[in-house]
Nanobody
Framework: QVSLVESGGGLVQPGGSLRLSCEVR????????MGWYRQAPGKQRQLVAS???????NYVDSVKGRFTISRDNAKNAVTLQMNSLKPEDTAVYYC????????WGQGTQVTVSS
């Protein structure tokens, strides 16, 4: 059974940085697109960034230039480096494996506050 195990997150001041990691377990070869989503209280879950196996990336406009998604195919992992964090980045962040149906991580809280 495929599962996603997330790590990272926490509390950071505005302007700070955090790094989220996600490990894919249960498969050896991962050809699928991976992504990070976030969900703030009272809002819908939204795509933050995605990356396909060849490294091509996509970002929501609000994080372009601040967040970087990367993947290590050998380690079957994806990371999200978040810099210049803003209070509006506060949310639960979820790792996603775009299979059918998709697989989700358990979520990790990111709080940006002074």
């Amino acid at each position: 059974q495929v599962s996603l195990v997330e790590s990272g997150g926490g509390l950071v001041q505005p302007g700070g940085s955090l790094r989220l990691s996600c490990e894919v377990r249960g498969i050896v070869y991962n050809p699928w697109t991976m992504g990070w989503y976030r969900q703030a209280p009272g809002k819908q879950r939204q795509l933050v960034a995605s990356i396909i196996r060849d490294g091509t990336t996509n970002y929501v406009d609000s994080v372009k230039g601040r967040f970087t998604i990367s993947r290590d195919n050998a380690k079957n992992a994806v990371t999200l480096q978040m810099n210049s964090l803003k209070p509006e980045d506060t949310a639960v962040y979820y790792c996603n494996l775009l299979t059918s149906p998709p697989v989700w991580g358990q979520g990790t809280q990111v709080t940006v506050s002074s």
